[in-house]
């Protein structure tokens, strides 16, 4: 049983900026992608959305999005039980924000929703641990889920494997990169879940989350072509990158 003063004396904030920092030094360009997102979430719905952190781990998009929207509200649903208990705690006590612990492959997991409709649903960093098969069959879910004229939006990795020379130069270099720049303190994150491992709070947690998932995502990376053809499929009226680096982009969906 967990010791309840234990887990109210749990700093979440901290836990927050550590998977923050671990998520940059892989991912330098992490905020601009939220940036991004956000601004389109702005251009498409306005400025109270209703919004579905879709895979949202500790809740980095619904931070960034009620720290600009504070008007809006936030539903996150996700299956990891570590991350989700870094979620609850740091946003106990904020009526805008609902957890959902589900899991995206099962068909009924949309049940489980406080809200039958969403403005946007919004997604970073996650989906690739899907296979195509279940994507698409999400996909087909999140097009019943988004109102009209609201949006889906999913950063990730994107391959394009009719590029392969590119895709190789820019693995190289991002790693060599990588290699060079000093973490300043970020643990990479292999390290920061063993620091879970070891916290009192998060070591049962955590130890179920890698019974769930192993140790690395089983997934597809497919090129954003396939993703927006896909959306487009599934029920979406418009689909199309919104920005993009070498290695990652943020695809929108219109409904």
Same mark, same amino acid.
């Given at each position: 049983m967990t010791d309840t003063n234990t887990t109210a004396a749990t700093d979440w904030q901290a836990w927050q900026e550590s998977?923050?920092?671990?998520?940059?030094?892989?991912?330098?360009?992490?905020?601009?992608?939220?940036?991004?997102?956000?601004?389109?979430?702005?251009?498409?719905?306005?400025?109270?959305?209703?919004?579905?952190?879709?895979?949202?781990?500790?809740?980095?998009?619904? $931070? +960034? %999005?009620?720290?600009?929207?504070? /008007? #809006?509200?936030? &539903?996150?649903?996700? @299956?990891?039980?570590?991350?989700?208990?870094?979620?609850?705690?740091?946003?106990?006590?904020?009526?805008?924000?609902?957890?959902?612990?589900?899991?995206?492959?099962?068909?009924?997991?949309? $049940? +489980? %929703?406080?809200?039958?409709?969403? /403005? #946007?649903?919004? &997604?970073?960093?996650? @989906?690739?641990?899907l296979r195509n098969e279940p994507l698409g069959i999400l996909y087909g879910q999140l097009a019943e889920l988004v109102r009209h004229g609201g949006v889906f939006m999913n950063a990730d990795h994107m391959i394009d494997d009719t590029t392969p020379r590119i895709n190789a130069a820019e693995s190289i270099l991002r790693h060599t990169r990588m290699d060079r720049t000093q973490r300043g303190g970020a643990l990479d994150w292999a390290e920061w879940w063993q620091r879970a491992a070891e916290d009192p709070v998060l070591a049962a947690p955590t130890a179920r989350r890698f019974e769930i998932y192993g140790s690395h995502a089983d997934g597809e990376m497919p090129s954003a072509a396939w993703h927006a053809r896909v959306l487009r499929e599934k029920g979406f009226a418009e689909a199309r990158p919104v920005w993009c680096s070498p290695s990652d982009t943020l695809l929108l969906a219109l409904k």
């Amino acid at each position: 049983m967990t010791d309840t003063n234990t887990t109210a004396a749990t700093d979440w904030q901290a836990w927050q900026e550590s998977w923050d920092r671990q998520q940059e030094w892989y991912m330098p360009d992490r905020e601009e992608r939220f940036r991004i997102m956000l601004d389109m979430v702005e251009a498409c719905v306005g400025t109270e959305p209703r919004v579905l952190d879709l895979a949202c781990g500790t809740g980095s998009i619904t $931070a +960034r %999005l009620l720290d600009r929207f504070p /008007d #809006a509200i936030s &539903t996150g649903v996700d @299956l990891d039980p570590a991350l989700l208990t870094i979620a609850r705690g740091t946003f106990a006590g904020d009526e805008r924000v609902t957890f959902v612990e589900a899991d995206l492959k099962d068909p009924d997991w949309p $049940a +489980r %929703l406080p809200h039958g409709v969403y /403005d #946007a649903v919004l &997604t970073a960093t996650a @989906l690739h641990w899907l296979r195509n098969e279940p994507l698409g069959i999400l996909y087909g879910q999140l097009a019943e889920l988004v109102r009209h004229g609201g949006v889906f939006m999913n950063a990730d990795h994107m391959i394009d494997d009719t590029t392969p020379r590119i895709n190789a130069a820019e693995s190289i270099l991002r790693h060599t990169r990588m290699d060079r720049t000093q973490r300043g303190g970020a643990l990479d994150w292999a390290e920061w879940w063993q620091r879970a491992a070891e916290d009192p709070v998060l070591a049962a947690p955590t130890a179920r989350r890698f019974e769930i998932y192993g140790s690395h995502a089983d997934g597809e990376m497919p090129s954003a072509a396939w993703h927006a053809r896909v959306l487009r499929e599934k029920g979406f009226a418009e689909a199309r990158p919104v920005w993009c680096s070498p290695s990652d982009t943020l695809l929108l969906a219109l409904k």
